[in-house]
């Protein structure tokens, strides 16, 4: 079967939504890291999840003429948080947004996490739904911990980022510093819900590109597949 929609490494695939916003979209590093970004080109605002690599993020942009306004973060374990501190360093004003419960303690900074100062933060309770915008960009934020403190998963203009909660067949470990399968079984059971509400058609993006699909490695997958496909949505019961 032909490869159809495996990046290269800091290539971006770039789909305009019906409403206008742009979804850009890329994977970069050893680990594949999946980033996703809004652009709300009419207000100029340009809100990346988990950039990877902040000069290439930053490079990509600038030849459409455009700068990154809002960082926004599923949670911060190193990887997920690589492109902090080079984002701030050329745009020290944007505004960074986590959940409360990502403020890891110092104890645990040094060996997953990054710090990341927050400008702002939600501060929901575990499977509690959020909305955030900023311009036209309006998405969905809600609170799915257990791969790790205050991680999150954000949906809106035809994505659901999932973050480490979700693979495209498997779902983030629990066994990191932090972690907490009980917590993670609840928002396994409640992405399942939401995604079951969500559109068919929409595109479910990892935290990573792991896992293998139709002879290939998909940067993403459509909602309606991955209920079926992805073990724990298709198993997991209350
Ligand atoms: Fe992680």
């Known amino acids: 079967m032909a490869v159809t929609n495996m990046l290269e490494d800091g290539e971006f695939d770039v789909q305009v939504w019906d409403d206008g916003i742009e979804v850009w979209i ?16 009419e207000n100029g ?12 993020w930053t490079q990509a942009l600038e ?3 455009l700068v990154p306004t809002h960082l926004l973060y599923t949670h911060t374990h190193r990887d997920h948080a690589a492109g902090y501190p080079g984002m701030m360093k050329r745009f ?11 403020r890891v303690p110092n104890l645990l900074a040094h060996v997953v996490f990054r710090k990341i100062d927050f400008t702002d933060t939600w501060d929901c309770k575990p499977d509690e739904s959020v909305e955030w915008s900023a311009g036209n960009i309006k998405l969905t934020v809600t609170h799915s ?3 790790a403190p205050g991680h999150v998963t954000f949906h809106g203009h035809g994505v659901y980022h999932a973050g480490d909660l979700l693979f495209v067949k498997s779902a983030g470990r629990v066994d990191l510093p932090g972690g907490d399968p009980p917590a993670q079984q609840r928002s396994l059971i409640n992405a399942k819900k939401i995604l079951s509400e ?15 699909y139709n002879n290939e490695i ?19 019961t209350e």
């Open 26 to 41: 890329t994977q970069m590093g050893s680990l594949m890291n999946m980033n996703t970004a809004f652009v709300d080109r």
């Open 45 to 56: 605002i340009v809100a990346i999840i988990d950039p990877f690599d902040g000069k290439r």
């Open 63 to 65: 030849k459409e003429g």
């Open 92 to 102: 020290p004003d944007l505004e960074v947004w986590g959940h409360e419960e990502a």
């Open 145 to 147: 911990p257990g791969h």
């Open 198 to 212: 969500l559109p068919p058609d929409w595109r479910l993006i990892p935290g990573h590109r792991y896992d293998p």
């Open 218 to 236: 998909p940067d993403w997958i459509s909602l309606g597949e991955v209920l079926v496909y992805n073990y724990f949505l298709a198993h997991i």
